[in-house]
């Protein structure tokens, strides 16, 4: 389904007056109003294509009725989400879930919606039809050679996909570890892990990027192989300048100062990107900033302390996605509201004092610190990012002009109501 400009424009004259009041009284306290709203305008998140039909558990799944059937209406459904809010600006493919058939077809597609493709990503915790060995045992942490040379030769085959679209990096998720003490010898499974991630390493072109995704623990619940952010590190310093740790929010154990292990992974210049989403127990993959939004406001404000010390560009120098699976909500609504609330945050951390915060810390004045840090957080934004699409050509309120456009149960009349997405 395709949302005509003219539609978004119509939309915004209805609402154009009240949102000017809103930010005229917002931006009266904010002197580099302009240069923030550029920063915003420049923010991109790519989109996950295993994220665009309804997300399920093992105790059952209930689809919405009218999901992508296939790649190309995947695509769609992103350049759907990029017309309203302007800051969707790509797709994250999951092999074998989205193998694109004609590369071109698929360029000139994303192209016409204002997409690029992002991180690769690759799966070895699944079996797949005809596949000749199981990773039941893991992938490239197992006993067996010939399944870590299968899985080897798998990332290798994701990496050749990526290139023919124009994709600059590869995220590695493995599900390896673990489900019973002594099932595993921990110093073997790292040592052919990183063997295997080796010879992946090297079938990178120059300009790429690999990612390594740490996770706590699911599907194995005694350990994980590549379980937190400095098992990560430790990869990521063994491969090389083209590998980085990527952060997946919901893949922490509870309490965990995400933030800080932010701050020190951005320090080291090992901080590749993000997989947003949040959670209130484990890996949720709830809508992000809908249960921890100062948590996620924080690690924005860790970010460009962060990146700014080390003059990288915010809009490019990392790697900005969504990982989350809708069990109950309509999958763009859901996608819509992650988007808000990560600009929402980047926007926030913006309008920090930095001067003032760095001196109430050198002062020890802790409540002056909290007092500026808060000040920022609750600074109502929202007129600042929906500007910020104003003027990239958006919709004022995404979701508003994605309801009254009754763009589901276009998508039903066109698709089906049974239609089933591939992915998670
Ligand atoms: C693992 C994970 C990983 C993806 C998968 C869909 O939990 O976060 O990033 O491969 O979800
Ligand atoms: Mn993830």
């Not at 002197?31 to 309804?54: H, R």
């Not at 999901?67 to 790509?90: F, M, Q, T, W, Y």
């Not at 590869?170 to 002594?182: A, H, K, M, R, Y």
């Not at 929906?386 to 009754?406: D, K, V, W």
Request: contains cysteine; charged residues 25%.
């Amino acid at each position: 389904m395709n949302i005509e400009k003219y539609k978004i424009e119509e939309y915004n004259q209805q609402v154009k007056a009240k949102h000017t009041r809103k930010l005229e009284s917002l931006v009266e306290d904010i002197n580099n109003y302009e240069a923030i709203l550029q920063k915003l305008i420049d923010f991109q998140i790519a989109i996950p294509s295993w994220a665009l039909g309804s997300g399920g558990t093992r105790f059952g799944r209930f689809p919405g009725g009218g999901e992508p059937r296939s790649l190309e209406e995947k695509i769609e459904d992103v350049g759907l989400l990029h017309a309203l809010n302007k800051s969707s600006g790509a797709i994250s493919l999951h092999i074998p879930w989205d193998v694109p058939k004609d590369y071109q077809e698929i360029k000139t597609l994303a192209a016409q919606y204002g997409l690029g493709f992002d991180a690769m990503n690759s799966n070895t915790f699944q079996d797949q039809p005809g596949q000749a060995l199981s990773y039941k045992f893991g992938s490239m942490q197992h006993v067996n050679a010939a399944v870590r040379k299968q899985a080897v030769q798998h990332n290798i085959e994701v990496i050749q996909h990526g290139i023919e679209l124009g994709s600059k990096s590869l995220t590695v998720w493995l599900s390896d570890g673990s489900c019973f003490p002594g099932q595993l010898n921990f110093r073997k499974a790292f040592q052919r892990t990183l063997e295997s991630l080796q010879e992946v390493y090297a079938a990178l072109p120059d300009d790429w990027k690999i990612f390594v995704e740490y996770k706590a623990f699911e599907p194995n619940f005694y350990s994980t192989t590549v379980g937190d952010w400095g098992q990560s590190f430790l990869y990521a310093s063994k491969l090389g300048p083209k590998a980085y740790t990527l952060v997946d929010l919901g893949h922490h154990l509870p309490n965990a100062n995400i933030e800080q292990i932010v701050s020190l992974l951005l320090m080291e210049g090992k901080l590749g990107g993000f997989h947003f989403n949040d959670s209130k127990y484990g890996d949720d993959d709830l809508t992000a900033g809908s249960i921890k939004p100062y948590q996620l406001f924080l690690i924005f404000n860790e970010l460009i302390e962060g990146m700014d010390a080390r003059k990288m560009s915010h809009s490019t120098d990392l790697g900005w996605m969504i990982d989350a699976s809708h069990n109950v909500k309509d999958p763009l609504e859901d996608l819509l509201q992650s988007v808000e609330a990560i600009m929402l945050a980047y926007a926030q951390a913006l309008l920090v004092d930095r001067q003032a915060l760095a001196a109430a810390q050198e002062d020890n004045d802790v409540a002056k610190a909290q007092e500026i840090l808060q000040a920022a957080f609750r600074t109502d934004v929202r007129p600042l990012i929906a500007e910020a699409r104003f003027r990239a050509g958006g919709a004022l309120s995404p979701i508003e002009l994605y309801r009254s456009l009754n763009v589901r149960e276009e998508l039903v009349k066109e698709r089906g109501s049974k239609t089933v997405a591939t992915g998670l």
